[in-house]
T-cell receptor, first 109, second 115 residues
Framework: GEDVEQSLFLSVREGDSSVINCTYT??????LYWYKQEPGAGLQLLTY?????DMKQDQRLTVLLNKKDKHLSLRIADTQTGDSAIYFC?????????FGQGTELSVKP | EPEVTQTPSHQVTQMGQEVILRCVPISNHLYFYWYRQILGQKVEFLVS????????KSEIFDDQFSVERPDGSNFTLKIRSTKLEDSAMYFC?????????????FGPGTRLTVL
């Protein structure tokens, strides 16, 4: 069945790069997404990548997609304390999104 | 991208009561979605809605749940007889294509607490 998995926690120092990883099971997913959730807030769309791409860069964010291994990653360059949040990857499946459990990113000054 | 707004931000209800969660206002989008997130768990798809009809629903979306657009703009989720396990954050989302390529924009959520 459809499943998206992420590690639960990541802690980095301010200024370092963060890499959040995600694996998914459905190879027919057309788009893969990254959402950010700050405490008490909704889901903010950060970026997405089309399944025929290997990489997408958007300012400090770099998304890498390894379709063969069904592995998606989000790299945040020069991580700031304001980046502390839960990051969800999601795959698009026929109009619905299947989410991972979220990775809590903690950025220490 | 314009915001998706939801009301109320927090709803407390007694078990067995009906609740209506609202997603307002919605404009220029054709596809609407409800998701829920039980504390500490994944965000789960509930239902998608297009052209005043349900497009897809998950097994969570049983007869206790219903959705509608009562006035052409508001999009509501009704839970007829709430259970303790319905306590969760409920998110509304909007999209444009209803496919796996649809970029969905989420509201801030309604926290439902069933006592």
């Amino acid at each position: 069945g459809e499943d998206v998995e992420q590690s639960l926690f990541l802690s980095v120092r301010e200024g370092d790069s963060s890499v959040i990883n995600c694996t998914y099971t459905d190879s027919s997913s057309t788009y893969l997404y990254w959402y950010k959730q700050e405490p008490g807030a909704g889901l903010q769309l950060l970026t997405y990548i089309f399944s025929n791409m290997d990489m997408k860069q958007d300012q400090r964010l770099t998304v890498l997609l390894n379709k063969k291994d069904k592995h998606l990653s989000l790299r945040i360059a020069d991580t700031q304390t304001g980046d502390s949040a839960i990051y969800f990857c999601a795959e698009g499946q026929g109009g619905k999104l299947i989410f991972g459990q979220g990775t809590e990113l903690s950025v220490k000054p | 991208e314009p915001e998706v707004t939801q009301t109320p931000s927090h709803q407390v209800t007694q078990m067995g009561q009906e609740v209506i969660l609202r997603c307002v206002p919605i404009s220029n989008h054709l596809y609407f979605y409800w998701y829920r997130q039980i504390l500490g768990q994944k965000v789960e798809f509930l239902v998608s809605f297009y052209n005043n009809e349900i497009s897809e629903k998950s097994e969570i979306f049983d007869d206790q749940f219903s959705v509608e657009r009562p006035d052409g703009s508001n999009f509501t989720l009704k839970i007829r007889s709430t259970k303790l396990e319905d306590s969760a954050m409920y998110f509304c989302a909007k999209g444009t294509s209803g496919t796996g390529a649809d970029t969905q924009y989420f509201g801030p959520g309604t926290r439902l607490t069933v006592l």
